[in-house]
Nanobody, 119 residues
């Protein structure tokens, strides 16, 4: 059983920063790829960023490149999403996701944390 708990969301103004955290309750965290997804009202869930299980490789959706940074601390079973220069279009519920060990498919999801960016 994998449990993921996100935190760090909130209401900010355009141009501000937020840092999301996701703590995973699983012993095999260090061999799981992790991802951040988001879903805005009326839109489909989209991938924001992913990080490999060793943390050496990250991938970002074009709309957040240069503004968001994903990282992980395997000693703390935690992944982070540092979000800078936030825009109103970043408003969404952000979800943390975990893969099966040594897999690239995301099978486990957190409950989500709301990020709202006002203009």
């Amino acid at each position: 059983q994998v449990q993921l708990v996100e935190s760090g969301g909130g209401l900010v103004q355009a141009g501000d920063s937020l840092k999301l955290s996701c703590v995973a309750s699983v012993r095999t965290f260090s061999v799981r790829a992790m991802g951040w997804f988001r879903q805005a009202p009326g839109k489909e869930r989209e991938l924001v960023a992913t990080i490999s299980w060793r943390g050496g490789s990250t991938v970002y959706v074009d709309s957040v490149k240069g503004r968001f940074t994903m990282s992980r601390d395997n000693a703390k079973n935690t992944v982070y999403l540092q979000m800078n220069s936030l825009k109103p279009e970043d408003t969404a519920v952000y979800y943390c996701a975990a893969s099966e060990p040594l897999s690239a498919r995301y099978d486990y999801w957190g409950q989500g944390t709301q990020v709202t960016v006002s203009s």
